[in-house]
T-cell receptor, first 115, second 111 residues
Framework: GAVVSQHPSWVICKSGTSVKIECRSL??????MFWYRQFPKQSLMLMAT?????????EQGVEKDKFLINHASLTLSTLTVTSAHPEDSSFYIC???????????FGPGTRLTVL | SQQGEEDPQALSIQEGENATMNCSYK?????LQWYRQNSGRGLVHLIL???NEREKHSGRLRVTLDTSKKSSSLLITASRAADTASYFC???????????WGAGTKLIIKP
């Protein structure tokens, strides 16, 4: 079945550094990928929608210069948290949707801790 | 943004009992999806029900959809300890099928 991987699973970094998170669809081509953020004991918050070969669409309140998204191929999207600060610490989850399909397949998530 | 609410927020039952979770939404939908999330993990797609369907089954899962009440329910029969997780409903919006999420129900199955 459809598998989505994320790398890394967890990362700890110093304040001010940038962190890149990769999201890959392993056995299907994902025209659209989504990036979510989840705080403890809360639901998912959609950050942005990423379409292969075009600029990402960010949800209201999400800083596009802070969270850089690149969807360079049909199997890979990256999220870069630039100049990370402790308030950026969170669980980041990506999902991928195959063209024509209604179901999204989720990666296992990346836990980011900014010291 | 969240589409609606789920209730209960948390549910604790004995293994073997049935668990029912409800989801309400606000706008018209094309389909409604249920997902499970184990603690600190990604989400697993459980079942999708389309707006023209009223009930759908998958193994021990039974989902109903009432478009007139804008609500859906997820029933897990003969619960197991491994069913302990958070359950979310989600509805798609827009051409890109962004999912709008409910607040989730935390289900605990006591052995």
């Amino acid at each position: 079945g459809a598998v989505v991987s994320q790398h890394p699973s967890w990362v700890i970094c110093k304040s001010g550094t940038s962190v890149k998170i990769e999201c890959r669809s392993l056995d299907f081509q994902a025209t659209t990928m989504f990036w979510y953020r989840q705080f403890p004991k809360q639901s998912l918050m959609l950050m942005a929608t990423s379409n292969e070969g075009s600029k990402a669409t960010y949800e209201q309140g999400v800083e596009k210069d802070k969270f850089l998204i690149n969807h360079a191929s049909l199997t890979l999207s990256t999220l870069t948290v630039t100049s990370a600060h402790p308030e950026d610490s969170s669980f980041y989850i990506c999902s991928a949707r195959e063209t024509g399909e209604d179901t999204q397949y989720f990666g296992p998530g990346t836990r980011l801790t900014v010291l | 943004s969240q589409q609606g609410e789920e209730d209960p927020q948390a549910l604790s039952i004995q293994e073997g009992e049935n668990a029912t979770m409800n989801c309400s939404y606000k706008t018209s939908i094309n389909n409604l999806q249920w997902y499970r999330q184990n603690s600190g993990r990604g989400l697993v797609h459980l079942i999708l029900i389309r707006s023209n369907e009223r009930e759908k089954h998958s193994g021990r899962l039974r989902v109903t959809l009432d478009t007139s009440k804008k609500s859906s329910s997820l029933l897990i029969t003969a619960s197991r300890a491994a069913d302990t997780a958070s359950y979310f409903c989600a509805t798609p919006r827009g051409d890109n099928y962004q999912l709008i999420w409910g607040a989730g129900t935390k289900l605990i199955i006591k052995p």
